[in-house]
């Protein structure tokens, strides 16, 4: 991917630990690099959902496994107006994988106008909204 139109909006739903759906005996290290180059080649995004199935599969990995949030695109701080964070299942806890991207988004993306997440963040809903933000017009929301 070289680029995207301007106003882009992104799902992404990605499975790292299954091919075919079958899963794989150890997580596939391909899926997590071309994660993290298709998310550095972003460059006009606007919205970006990410499925509940791609959460729960990064929450699993180990934190050497994860994306490194700290190469992700300058999209976020220019461009970047709508995330929406999906999941199901169990409450989460404020050390997830999950609390820190919403802590990323909240934190680097000074154009977002609203971050959703699932009503599995309840418990740690004012933790979020006490996040410092880039954009200090910011709605912090939670939808099923």
């Not at 220019?78 to 404020?94: D, I, M, P, Y």
């Amino acid at each position: 991917m070289d680029s995207i139109g301007p106003s882009a909006k992104v799902h992404i739903d990605v499975l790292f630990g299954e091919e075919n759906g079958e899963p794989l005996e150890t997580v596939d290290s391909s899926k997590i690099t071309m994660l993290g180059k298709f998310l550095t080649g972003l460059s006009t995004v606007s919205e970006m959902i990410i499925s509940a199935a791609t959460l729960n599969e990064y929450e699993l990995l180990s934190e050497t496994e994860q994306v490194d949030l700290s190469s992700v695109p300058q999209c976020f701080q220019s461009s970047l107006e709508f995330v929406r964070l999906k999941t199901h299942g169990g409450v989460l806890r404020g050390t997830s994988s999950k609390m820190k991207l919403a802590k990323y988004f909240l934190e680097h993306a000074a154009a977002l106008r609203k971050l959703t997440l699932s009503s599995s963040f309840c418990n740690i809903i004012d933790e979020i909204k006490s996040i410092p933000r880039s954009s200090t017009g910011c709605e912090v929301v939670m939808k099923d």
